[in-house]
């Protein structure tokens, strides 16, 4: 079998078992802390909003480890750019008669979401990251968590609805239950581990094959691998009529990449920061986030934005490739 194919085939394997050992350990976690007596709100805003993202912190951190750090930024603004074009842009199209955002966003979500990709972009624009700015990132994560916890003890049943959480709750009951809930977090998270193994072996090999850089299939394909999650929500939340859960499920996403996914590989290690991402994919993320900032003002996303959307990444992966 072709070196190339094989490479592949585990790169495909590896995002594979990312994104569904991800998946199954937020279920297992969610429910270990419905069991454990957690608030529904706290779990909203700690386990579900982080599990969708385990993908890109897992991956960039087993990147560092490999001395391929560059991958880090580029999952990072690859991830946010298909999370605003590519799902953002599912939803509405999916949707067909457009989104409807019932929920406030421009107070806090909006602005911190600009916020967020702004000072991204300024922290890497000298091609230097430093531990003081990865601790920077960190921090405001953190203020951002303590703002949403804050802001929903009042209405925190919101987060998930009354029905599943009663039903959730009658099935927590018992030893077993809470066994198999542990069982299955220890499970998916060794297949998180080599599952993020897998992508970066393959990834490093797919880079000396194709004479590409890693960061390039790191902004590319691991980006869109990684993304799966949210698409797959974007999807299951249109099909229910409630597509606007997508662009809460980006604003949050991206800025856990920007805060977590680049912060958390910064305190650990020194990462490089390649010129070709600060020059040409970030000034996209920024892009789309200024987009999707006044797009979203209105509070509605027409089909016809989504495929505006879809087109400028059909754009940014042409430009990435050198095919158009």
């Known amino acids: 079998m072709p070196e190339g194919l094989i490479l592949i085939i585990m790169f495909v394997v590896g995002i594979a078992a990312l994104v569904k050992a991800s998946d199954v350990f937020t279920e297992a976690a969610e429910q ?5 007596g957690f608030p529904p709100f706290i779990i909203g805003v700690t386990i579900i909003s982080i599990g969708t993202s385990l993908p890109e912190l897992i991956s960039s ?87 949403i916890a804050n802001n929903s003890q009042e209405d925190g049943e919101e987060t998930r609805n009354d029905d599943e959480t009663t039903e959730a709750a009658e099935d927590t009951h018992g030893k077993g239950f809470l066994f198999k809930q ?24 797919l880079s000396k094959l194709f004479k590409v850089g890693e960061e390039i299939i790191a902004v590319s394909a691991i980006a869109l691998g990684t993304s799966l999650p949210e698409l797959i929500v974007t999807l299951n939340a249109a099909r229910k009529g409630k597509a606007e859960l997508a662009v809460g ?16 590989p910064g305190l650990v290690g020194h990462l490089d920061i390649p010129r070709t991402i600060v020059t040409e994919s970030v000034p996209t993320m920024i892009a789309g986030t200024i987009l999707l900032f006044f797009v979203a003002q209105d509070k509605k996303l027409t089909i016809w934005e989504g495929w505006l959307f879809y087109i400028m990444y059909i754009w940014f992966i042409g430009e990435t490739f050198n095919f158009l």
């Not at 750019?81 to 806090?108: E, P, Q, R, W």
């Not at 542990?182 to 193994?197: C, D, M, P, R």
């Not at 980006?250 to 805060?259: A, C, K, P, R």
């Open 32 to 36: 270990l802390g419905l069991a454990l």
């Open 61 to 147: 951190l087993f990147a560092l480890s490999e001395n391929v750090s560059e991958v880090v930024i580029g999952n990072v603004v690859g991830s946010n750019i298909a999370n605003i074009f590519l799902v953002v842009g599912t939803a509405a199209i999916v949707s067909k008669k457009g989104i409807d955002i019932t929920y406030d966003l421009v107070t806090v979500d909006l602005p911190l979401f600009v916020g967020s990709a702004f000072l991204l972009t300024l922290e890497v624009w000298d091609g230097d990251f430093t531990t003081g700015e990865a601790l920077l990132l960190v921090l405001a994560y953190g203020m951002y968590l303590l703002y």
């Open 182 to 205: 542990l069982a299955l977090i220890a499970l998916s998270a060794a297949f998180i581990y080599f599952g993020a193994n897998f992508t970066i072996d393959a990834v490093i090999g």
């Open 249 to 264: 499920n980006v604003l949050g996403s991206n800025i856990f990449n920007t805060f977590m996914v680049m912060g958390v």
